[in-house]
């Protein structure tokens, strides 16, 4: 299994991103996937989580903002963050574990900048 990472890049604040995490060599829904972000000098902080069953949660600095969604037939887990900040700039993984044998699994990082 492994997880691909993409869509960062440098964006206004206020701007709108959309970063996608493909799922490669599974054929099971990931369960959960997360994205985490890390910023220079700080810890990897979850951002958002979705369930196989839809449910999803949201860290406080990304609630009303970001949305996490995921396209079953394209095994992508999306996160679509919107009125971007400077504070959002950060190393953005994708994360999941797997149902059945619990692995876990981190995709390659996605630079975002927040940046005028």
């Known amino acids: 299994v492994q997880l691909q990472a993409s869509g960062g890049g440098l964006v206004q604040p206020g701007g709108s991103l959309r970063l996608s995490c493909v799922v490669f060599?599974?054929?099971?829904?990931?369960?959960?996937t997360n994205w985490y972000r890390q910023a220079p000098g700080q810890q990897r902080e979850v951002v958002a989580t979705?369930?196989?069953?839809?449910?999803?949660n949201y860290a406080d600095s990304a609630k009303e903002r970001f949305t996490i969604s995921r396209d079953n037939a394209k095994n992508t887990v999306y996160l679509q963050m919107d009125s971007l900040k400077p504070e959002d700039t950060a190393v953005y993984y994708c994360?999941?574990?797997?149902?059945?044998?619990?692995?876990?699994?981190w995709g390659q990082g996605t630079q975002v900048t927040v940046s005028s």
């Open positions: 994360n999941a574990r797997h149902p059945i044998t619990s692995k876990e699994y």
């Open positions: 060599g599974s054929s099971i829904v990931m369960n959960p």
């Open positions: 979705i369930f196989s069953d839809g449910s999803k």
